[in-house]
């Protein structure tokens, strides 16, 4: 059962649809840039967490941490899946590669999580400054209360 403020594609604040549909971007875009231009998806892949965060922060009001994390965490999947298929064409990493390979997609992992909630602070911070700034505009421009008369004005009989 649906409440009141939640659509199709929202279960108790989760929006899957459109994190779903902000993963499938970036990941299509990251592939797009390693087959058009040839730049690795190695190195994408901290762009792609950070791109997921900045837009799916601003534009979910209700659970955006987790949003943001699962957005983040499927974008690191998935580009870890198609680095390994693509750019080392599904053969085994070298043991001498093995660590690199973990820890730097670890450290993209580790960015993403602290950007999330980094920016979910700021986001939050500046959006409520901009609520106290518009009360205060609303304050000073609201016009004084009008002045009311304590006697009645006569009415005049034609």
Known sequence: MQNGNES????NGWRFRY????VLVIVVLQVVADYAIHYKLVTTIPL???????????????????????GALAVWV?????EVFIDFHGNELAA?????FLQYNLYALALGVVVCWGYLKLTEWSERKRAQMEA????????AQPVRRHHKKKKRRK
Do not use: C
């Open 19 to 22: 994190v779903g549909m902000t």
């Open 96 to 100: 001498a590669n093995r660590s690199a």
């Open 136 to 143: 205060k505009r609303q304050a000073e421009t609201q016009p």
């Open 8 to 11: 199709k594609s929202s279960w």
């Open 78 to 82: 998935i580009d870890v899946i198609l």
């Open 48 to 70: 792609g967490v950070l791109f997921a965060a900045y837009v799916i922060i601003p534009r979910i009001k209700e659970r955006r941490l987790g949003n943001a994390l699962l």
